[in-house]
């Protein structure tokens, strides 16, 4: 019998076969494969619902904080131009900067992008926004002057069709022809025309010939097709468009103009030949004329400062900093409340998690030596706030914290307080303490009690018959043996202290709010997003640290939910 | 044995009850001597460990006292008391080091640290874990656990210890052993120990004296040979090692008993606790005191027909069911000898005992 079951071992060098003759490594592993398949199916449908709300959201708050595109996006010419503007020669960039700025903010205006973009940069340095505002309403006239003068030299220069001749790519006139007659076959014949316009594309030469031009009729084209629906093709030029022609002419050599075929450079010659005697008009003037704070090298060194795609404003601003074009400065005195909010915040969450171990261990304690029964009914009554509403609950402390409230009320009653000087429990940091550690407090008994169920009586006892009192016997041998009870609790009250909101929010007044009531109010009331990011991301980090911190001090292995 | 006053420990009169409507532990006398190993032995929830937290002090007595060197206990708290005690699962606390666990009882009796540890160190010694000090609890194997758990309770020299079934997690060659430590350790330091067990084994290889329990009262208190041999009643009887039993009515008494079995064979038997004629009574008989050799009977000893129903071999002995007055399992133990017999089922022989090894008892 013994014999038979030996029979492998004859194979001794060389891997191990399984019995279909493959190696038994590659085996398993297939057998391990389909196992490990069935578990990632199981956990799939989580797995993606995770994703999907919880990290995703993450990464973007980790993005926004950071994130700056705006600037760039909505000036991108002013953006290249304005990095050599030195803010501290205390003058307006230069022409050429305020050139670019012109078809950056007509463009915007246009598509109705230029308020957005004062209201961020206002967060930045304040009254950018009105300044965008009242500008953005006048910069399409910026060029009249030099409309006016071209026209007077060949009132070809106000029509479209010239500029449409002067700028586009031939090919694509020729298929915006033949779009245009394809509807109105489709027109005369009532059928239905859904074929979209070609997209306006610019002719090669006249980017190097009149750069400025060139970008700035683009832009128009682009804006009238797209954005409003309209034909370039019909459409007068915005008036920074001459602006551009202006100052191309200026410095475009007559060799140049050649390059743009007989027709053009007719009519360019002409024009660069009447621009020297131009009447000009300075652009700084329309802008201060426009709102004289144009005039502040401080915000055209903001509009520099925040021109790049990434900045760390937004945490700068979280900790009471801002970025200014000198560098980091601290904010102004009046300015600074987040470090305040953060102390504030993990301050009261500190104390909550206190109140709430004092409160729950003893209780904890009394639960988990009754018998059965009578903790099963008491642990109802420990649960029970979880089932009325957070507001509900939340609205109660307010009835009862009141000045003219129950509590008071007793108190006066009672002759401990005197009427005159009814406490005040609300819409402080008390208030906030009061009702949160009345929240919070199933979160510290639950896992304390299901860990001293763990602890058999009989330690205690063992502790007695060896000679230790009481106290000795709970502090040295009970105590030390809850202490995973107490770590699980206060992470947990912590950690939902720190980021609550609508219970400081209702019974908080000023002085009794968090950190998260200002993110909220960055997220729904001032919209500046970018902030609540970046303070949302302190917060997760300050979390992550004590985390951290908490694991290197107690070991989070330390921590027991029962 | 009952009443006396004159023990280290003496119970006069306990009773226990935990709910007021039951008694646990019913009209308990005990007296205990100084130095003596006292096993209380008895089915579960007969009121073993609730008399022995009641010497420790975690339940109160309902009635009467519990005496500790002649002064009455009931009132001292349990850290008061000075009673050693090594629990059912050891309770050696996780959160410290072995030296440490026995370091606790001296640290709160503020014994100086030079005096600490060399008390630590003795009594690890003394249970072969000297090398063991700096473990935690949840690192040592069951038998360590057990030895420190002893050590914990011995350290501060308490004149008594108590044991609630300390062996019942070990394994059968660990307990063996551990009885044997703990018996000799018990007697070299004069302890007195009271000791609780299920096990009848450790019970009668251990102690001094047994109390057996049942029902909340102490059936036979007595050395583990006079309780073997001399169980004053059925339970005891029955409870410690194996027994055969015949039911039967007292037909004569007069010194010995003479008892009519059911099926109408007539034996000798010792009277124990039946008193008069007709009476229902238990015969018992140890299975290694029949005999089937004739030849070895004294003459006039009483023989009895049986038939073999089952043979089993079990090394050192030989287990024989027997079919004898109608009861079916009679079981007899006979030595693996090289002239011993081996029974084959079906076979019909003639047994026989001495009639002091035949004791009548009550019926139950
Ligand atoms: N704390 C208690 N409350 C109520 N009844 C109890 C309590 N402790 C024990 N009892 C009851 O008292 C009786 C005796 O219990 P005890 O623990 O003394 O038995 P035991 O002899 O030690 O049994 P075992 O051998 O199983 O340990 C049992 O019926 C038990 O149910
Ligand atoms: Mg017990």
Known sequence: MTETAT?????????????DGLPLKRSLRRALRAQKLRALMLIAPLLIFILVTFIAPIADMLFRSVENQIVAETLPRTARAIQDYDPDSGTMPSEAVLAAFTYDLTAASERKLHTRLGTRLNYEY???????????????????????????????WEEPATWIALMADPDWVAEYRAWTAAGEAAKAARREFTQAQPLFRLRDEVADVLPETASAYAEFARIAQVEDGDDPAA????APVYLALYRDLLHVGPGAIAQLGPEAEAMLDAAHDAVEGFETVNLADLYLEADKDWGDPGVWG????????????????????????????????????????????????????????????????????????????????????????????????????QQQGVINDILVWLGIVSNSGRLILINNQTGTIIAMTHILLPFMILPLYSVMKTIPPSYVRAAKSLGATNWTAFWRVYFPQSVPGIGAGCILVFILAIGYYITPELVGGTSGTFISNRIAYHISSSLNWGLAAALGSILLAVVLILYWAYDKLVGIDNVSLG | MTGTSDG?????????????????????????????????LGPSGSGKTTCLMMLAGFETATHG??????????????????????????????????AENLAFPLEVRKIGRADREAKVQRALEMVQMGAFGGRRPAQLSGGQQQRIALARALVFEPELVLMDEPLGALDKQLREHMQFEITRLAHNLGITTVYVTHDQTEALTMSDRVAVFNDGRIQQLARPDELYEKPVNSFVAQFIGENNTLLGRVKEINGTALVELDDGEVIDAIPVNVRNRGDRTLVSIRPERVEIDPKRLTPGAHLIHAEVLEFIYMGDIYRTRLRVAGNDD???????????????????????????????????
């Open chain 2, 65 to 98: 006292d519990i005496l500790l060197d002649g002064k009455p206990i009931n009132n001292i708290p349990p850290h008061k008391r000075g009673i050693g005690m090594v629990f059912q699962n050891y309770a050696l606390f996780p959160h410290m080091t072995v």
């Open chain 1, 126 to 156: 304040t009254g950018v926004s009105s300044l965008f505002r009242k500008a953005g309403r006048r910069v399409d006239d910026f060029g009249e002057t030099y409309r006016d003068q071209f026209a007077a030299v060949d009132p070809a």
């Open chain 1, 7 to 19: 029979a492998p071992a004859g194979t001794d060098t060389g891997p191990v076969l399984a019995a």
């Open chain 1, 302 to 401: 903001t509009i520099k400062t925040f021109s790049s795609a990434y900045t760390p404003g937004y945490f700068l601003n979280a900790v009471d900093l801002q970025l200014t074009p000198d560098g980091v400065a601290a904010q102004p005195e009046d300015r600074q409340i987040y470090i305040m909010l953060f102390e504030r915040t993990l301050f009261m969450s500190l104390m909550i998690m206190g109140s709430c171990v004092l409160l729950g261990y003893p209780i904890a304690y009394l639960l988990s030596n009754l018998p059965l029964r009578t903790s099963n009914l008491l642990m109802i009554l420990v649960l029970l706030p979880f089932w009325t509403s957070l507001l509900v609950r939340t609205s109660a402390w307010k009835v009862l914290l």
């Open chain 1, 235 to 238: 459409e007068d030029p915005w």
């Open chain 2, 8 to 40: 280290f420990v003496v119970f006069d009169r306990v009773q226990k009850s935990y709910d007021g409507e039951t008694l646990v532990v019913k009209d308990l006398n005990l007296s205990i001597g100084k130095g003596e190993f006292l096993t209380m």
């Open chain 2, 330 to 364: 009679f079981v007899i133990k006979t030595r693996n000898a090289p002239d011993q017999r081996r029974l084959r089922p079906g076979e019909h022989i003639e047994i026989g005992w001495l009639p002091e090894d035949c004791r009548a008892l009550d019926a139950p």
